[in-house]
């Protein structure tokens, strides 16, 4: 049971506000060729809209969110919001994922090619 847990604390925290800025500190990491793409432009456009809708409800509209919709299902704009951003984070984890899916599946399929034939 502890593992379940742990897995779902280490999964669910990360859409966390405190932690929604983290991985930004490893884009120096990345090619600055590869972030001129459109793919991450795209990507980077989910992030800043993530991040401007975040700070709008936690910090601003949280006690809206909490006593007004939780409680008499008044001022929906805080929840809209707040799905919209968890939305695009999947979005962009989905995106993420399968360009590295693609791009390991592409380097699979050129180490086949330039492997020489056996007679």
């Known amino acids: 049971m502890s593992f ?3 897995c779902f604390n280490s999964i669910f925290s990360f859409f966390s506000p405190q932690y929604l800025l983290w991985p930004a500190f490893l884009l120096p ?9 459109r793919f991450w ?16 409800v936690y910090p601003v509209d949280y006690e ?8 008499t299902g ?7 919001a707040l799905a919209v951003r968890n ?6 984890t989905v995106r993420i994922f399968f360009d590295i899916f693609r791009g390991e599946r592409g380097k699979l399929k050129a180490a086949v090619s330039e492997q020489p034939e056996q007679s």
């Open 41 to 56: 432009k795209i990507n980077l456009l989910i992030i800043l809209i993530s991040l401007a809708l975040t700070q709008y």
């Open 87 to 92: 939305l695009l984070l999947v979005i962009l």
């Open 64 to 71: 809206t969110l909490i006593y007004d919709f939780y409680h």
């Open 29 to 37: 990491l990345l090619d600055p060729e590869i972030l001129k793409t």
């Open 4 to 6: 379940f847990t742990f």
């Open 74 to 80: 008044a001022n929906a704009h805080t929840f809209l």
